[in-house]
T-cell receptor
Framework: DQQVKQNSPSLSVQEGRISILNCDYTNSMFDYFLWYKKYPAEGPTFLISISSIKDKNEDGRFTVFLNKSAKHLSLHIVPSQPGDSAVYFCAASARGSTLGRLYFGRGTQLTVWP | DGGITQSPKYLFRKEGQNVTLSCEQNLNHDAMYWYRQDPGQGLRLIYYSQIVNDFQKGDIAEGYSVSREKKESFPLTVTSAQKNPTAFYLC?????????????FGPGTRLTVL
């Protein structure tokens, strides 16, 4: 059973606009969340993370929001650029879990068009 | 440069043959992981190892085997028992120190069974 869900397999956004990627989770023990970006035929690269003690974390054009009561997080990219076109994975880790084990969503393909 | 290497990039095998995928890291990380990516499936955990000479099954371990004889190396063998071996395989590692949940990924190996 998927403990981390990304219900939108794809998202298309015009360059310069905001991209919002969503992620839901079911395990209340999750206390650390990460977003990874992946290009075809390459390994994922870490983008941004957030601890459950926070509700927002920013890094340049990327901001992650966490709503613990709703078990929901989102990644905002502003402004979106064509180079942002990639698959974005949401991942979560549980308090006291196996060393560094992450649970991944199925990913959202973001396409940014000029 | 520190990082994770996977070889080969592309691998072809005949049905019924075992094949071993290489994963080496020079990050001095304790924990290493193997994932499988299929279209629309996200990253699914095959095996993981927290320390040398110890490893555990992930969510889809059937038809796979691993070894961890050295800290730097975590090879994955895809056996003939794996029913659908064609996929993109990713190796990852993490230091796991403190709350460092970030996993670093290799470039991946595309395995195709003919």
């Amino acid at each position: 059973d998927q403990q981390v869900k990304q219900n939108s397999p794809s998202l298309s956004v015009q360059e310069g606009r905001i991209s919002i990627l969503n992620c839901d989770y079911t395990n209340s023990m999750f206390d650390y969340f990460l977003w990874y970006k992946k290009y075809p035929a390459e390994g994922p690269t870490f983008l941004i993370s957030i601890s459950s003690i926070k509700d927002k974390n920013e890094d340049g054009r990327f901001t992650v929001f966490l709503n613990k009561s709703a078990k929901h997080l989102s990644l905002h990219i502003v402004p979106s650029q064509p180079g942002d076109s990639a698959v974005y994975f949401c991942a979560a880790s549980a308090r006291g879990s196996t060393l560094g084990r992450l649970y991944f969503g199925r990913g959202t393909q973001l396409t940014v068009w000029p | 440069d520190g990082g994770i290497t996977q070889s080969p990039k592309y691998l072809f095998r005949k049905e019924g043959q075992n094949v071993t995928l290489s994963c080496e890291q020079n990050l001095n990380h304790d924990a290493m992981y193997w994932y499988r990516q299929d279209p629309g499936q996200g990253l699914r955990l095959i095996y993981y190892s927290q320390i040398v000479n110890d490893f555990q099954k992930g969510d889809i371990a059937e038809g796979y085997s691993v070894s961890r004889e050295k800290k730097e190396s975590f090879p994955l063998t895809v056996t003939s028992a794996q029913k659908n071996p064609t996929a993109f395989y990713l190796c990852a590692s993490t230091s796991g120190s403190g709350r460092a949940y970030e996993q670093f990924f290799g470039p991946g190996t595309r395995l195709t069974v003919l």
